[in-house]
T-cell receptor, first 114, second 114 residues
Framework: AQSVTQPDIHITVSEGASLELRCNYS??????LFWYVQSPGQGLQLLLK??????LVQGIKGFEAEFKRSQSSFNLRKPSVHWSDAAEYFC????????????FGGGTRLMVKP | NAGVTQTPKFRVLKTGQSMTLLCAQD?????MYWYRQDPGMGLRLIHY?????TTAKGEVPDGYNVSRLKKQNFLLGLESAAPSQTSVYFC???WGQGVYNEQFFGPGTRLTVL
């Protein structure tokens, strides 16, 4: 069965600083990988996804993620964080099964210092 | 175009009471999902549906039932609520079979069972 680990529960960065959120996955085949963001009191919004091709994926809001098969990782990055990026971030892996379900990591809560 | 909507937004139940959460989508999506979100555990799949009249169990189905009588609606029922079911519940929908297709999430229902 697939699984996702996000090692950092909380991260605090200063506004304007760079950001990297870690994600490690376990899946037997080539994975479909996703990053979602959840603002306070809101549902989840897709930031970006990877399923083949270029291992560096660009998403919305200036985010990017890099797929590294050798490390089973799909880390999310942003060069300069804005205060509005404060939210919870979820990494997920998609499985090719009856429901084509997503398995989510535990999430990383990002706080941004002014 | 409202996307995915959930009713109600908040609810407080006493142990043993029953209730139904309604999810509606206006995007003509075939796939619909119910998740629960608990701190540090990400989102876990309760039940899902791959089309009108179909339902299937997810990762944590015990204590819940679902129905998909109309394509646009997916109902989640709790027959006898327990404190362990205190959580935030999210509904999502997706177009088509491809696991790479984006899941669109509703705003969530916060349920407290006393």
């Amino acid at each position: 069965a697939q699984s996702v680990t996000q090692p950092d529960i909380h991260i605090t960065v200063s506004e304007g600083a760079s950001l990297e959120l870690r994600c490690n996955y376990s899946y037997g085949a080539t994975p479909y990988l996703f990053w979602y963001v959840q603002s306070p009191g809101q549902g989840l919004q897709l930031l970006l996804k990877y399923f083949s091709g270029d291992t560096l994926v660009q998403g919305i809001k200036g985010f990017e993620a890099e797929f590294k098969r050798s490390q089973s990782s799909f880390n999310l990055r942003k060069p300069s964080v804005h205060w509005s990026d404060a939210a919870e971030y979820f990494c997920a892996v998609g499985a090719r099964n009856a429901g084509n379900m997503l398995t989510f990591g535990g999430g990383t809560r990002l706080m941004v210092k002014p | 175009n409202a996307g995915v909507t959930q009713t109600p937004k908040f609810r407080v139940l006493k142990t043993g009471q029953s209730m139904t959460l309604l999810c509606a989508q206006d995007m003509n999506h075939e796939y619909m999902y119910w998740y629960r979100q608990d701190p540090g555990m990400g989102l876990r799949l309760i039940h899902y549906s791959v089309g009108e009249g179909t339902t299937a169990k997810g990762e944590v189905p015990d204590g819940y039932n679902v129905s998909r009588l109309k394509k646009q609606n997916f109902l989640l029922g709790l027959e006898s609520a327990a404190p362990s079911q205190t959580s935030v519940y999210f509904c999502a929908s997706r177009w088509g079979q491809g696991v790479y297709n984006e899941q669109f999430f509703g705003p969530g229902t916060r349920l407290t069972v006393l």
